[in-house]
Structures are given as C-alpha cells and as structure tokens.
C-alpha cells in the first residue's frame, strides 16, 4: 500500500527561529498535496495546500518536488502558537475510484518560549 | 456554515459488545470519510464515500467493521464486535468533491475498549 512518510520528531526550536519538515510519498501517480495541522485532542485542519509552483502564506512555505517524491513546509520566525502536529496529506485519484487523503503519521513541533 | 457533525464524543464499551458511530457531512459535500486515528499516529483511512456509494474500503477491517450512507448525507460507522485495539478516536471528514479539495474534520468520537 502507498506510503506517506514523515520524521515524527519531536522538533524542539526556540521561538523566533525557523524551521523545516520534509515528508515522501511512494506513489508518484499522487496528484494533490496538504499539511494539515492538529492540536493535541483535536481535529486535523487544512494548513495549506501544496502546489507544483511551491506556494507561500505568511510565515509558511510549501515546496513539491515531483521528480524526488516529497513535500516541503518551512515556518519562518516561529510562534509559540505554532507548536502542533504537522500532517503530511496526499491525495490520489486512481483509475479505480480515489484513494481518498493519505496522511503521514505527522510531524510534533514544540516551539519553546 | 455548520462543520461536520459527529456523535457521541466518547464512548466506552467492554470487548465484544458493538457500538455504532454517527456522522453528518457539511451540506452540499459529495464526498465522505472516515478515519481511524490511534494515539500518536496519523489518520489512517476506513473507508471513502461518494454520494451514496463506496469508492474506496480497502482499510477497513469487513469482519468486524461495516459502514453505510444510504441517502447519501449522513453516515454511521459501526464496529461489531469491538477488540481492545479498536481503542482509537474515530474521524468523519467531508469534502465537496474528491478531487484536490480540503477535507473538513469533525470533532471524533473517542473510543475507549476495556
């Protein structure tokens, strides 16, 4: 089965500082790309969508590299509020019917003051 | 706009016994999910639905889970019967079409099996 794979860390980086998690992917037939973003004993929301192109919101950056099969997130000047769980998602849409998200394990950020 | 609407939030149930959980999609969005999530891992996908019919359940354990969305809004997810490693807290998402959309994530069900 198609695999999403993540460092789970824990990061530890010292607020202010940047910091970068990198994710792979095994089926290159994947077409869509996501970070969520989970609090502890809450639902994963939709961080940012990640494009070809690369894609930036704020403080964030998302990076695909279709050729080497991983996603990108980097979080510049980071915040206290930053400290989560970063979920790596793809999506692919096989000639079957989709596959539907595929989620890494995610990656635990702590951001120390 | 209303988000997608789970219940109950918890439950505890002994081994054995069946439980059933329930699911109701933002209004309008075609496609529906649920997700098995054991502590310290990632959502891990049961079964994916579009409208009223199952597009992918490859992960889901058929023995003992089975899953429907008859009219094609609502779902119910049910585990019969339930072993301790079902212990994990049980997502619903939808989303408006399956294609390269954002997934909305209901707040769980928290499954305990003792």
């Known amino acids: 089965r198609k695999e999403v794979e993540q460092d789970p860390g824990p990061f530890n980086v010292p607020e202010g500082a940047t910091v970068a998690f990198n994710c792979t992917y095994s089926?290159?037939?994947?077409?869509?790309f996501f970070w969520y973003r989970q609090d502890c004993r809450k639902e994963p929301k939709l961080l940012m969508s990640?494009?070809?192109s690369g894609n930036e919101d704020g403080r964030f950056t998302a990076q695909l590299n279709r050729a080497s099969q991983y996603i990108s997130l980097l979080i510049r000047d980071s915040k206290l509020s930053d400290s989560a769980t970063y979920l790596c998602v793809v999506n692919m849409i096989s000639g079957g019917g989709a596959d539907g998200l595929t989620f890494g394990k995610g990656t635990h950020l702590i951001i120390q003051p | 706009e209303a988000g997608v609407a789970q219940s109950p939030r918890y439950k505890i149930i002994e081994k054995r016994q069946s439980v059933a959980f329930w699911c109701n999609p933002i209004s309008g969005h075609a496609t529906l999910y649920w997700y098995q999530q054991i502590l310290g891992q990632g959502p891990k996908l049961l079964i994916q639905?579009?409208?009223?019919?199952?597009?992918?359940d490859s992960q889901l354990p058929k023995d003992r889970f089975s899953a429907e969305r008859l009219k094609g809004v609502d779902s119910t997810l049910k585990i019969q019967p339930a072993k301790l490693e079902d212990s994990a807290v049980y997502l619903c998402?939808?989303?408006?079409?399956?294609?390269?959309?954002?997934?909305?994530f209901g707040q769980g069900t928290r499954l305990t099996v003792v």
């Open positions: 998402a939808s989303s408006l079409t399956r294609t390269n959309t954002e997934a909305f």
């Open positions: 990640v494009y070809s």
């Open positions: 639905f579009q409208n009223n019919g199952v597009v992918d």
């Open positions: 089926n290159s037939a994947s077409q869509s």
